[in-house]
């Protein structure tokens, strides 16, 4: 209940952290693109059909040559709406097959990753608790996406930052 209402109030907050391909235009900013259903129904994609306001705030955190940390934060709830953003962006997700990101990497020395799962992760969610003080649910970043990072050169001490900024 507490969380339908601080959805209501827009007192609910969700941070996620994320690996993409290439690094968004500004270093920080909000993306601003209706989202709605795609031909297949099991997508959704910018302006289709029905298309509903959709706005995801994003921030560069690192930066590898193979990759960037992004730090990103729904503003609205679309279903698929960072992948949605980040992709129409030019900015498509590690992993992400249906909306574009490569599902394999080669590395500088050679070696291919080969990439099982989208590079996305919810790390926190905060709620308004019920005596005034906030409700803050971490959730640590998954070893499969710190060693992709560490593999594409960049830091674990960067996940921390991400999850902050």
Known sequence: ERLRHAREAGAYTRRYVAIASHSPTADSGVWDTPIGRAQDPRKRAPNGRDSTDARSRFATVAQTPQGVLLALTPLTGRTHQLRVHASHAGDALLGDRAYGGPTRLT????????????ALHAARVTVPGSGGAPLIVDSPVPDELVSLWEALGGTVAAWQAAIEA
Request: aromatic share 0%.
């Open 107 to 118: 590395l500088p020395a050679g070696r291919v990753i080969a990439l099982r799962r989208i």
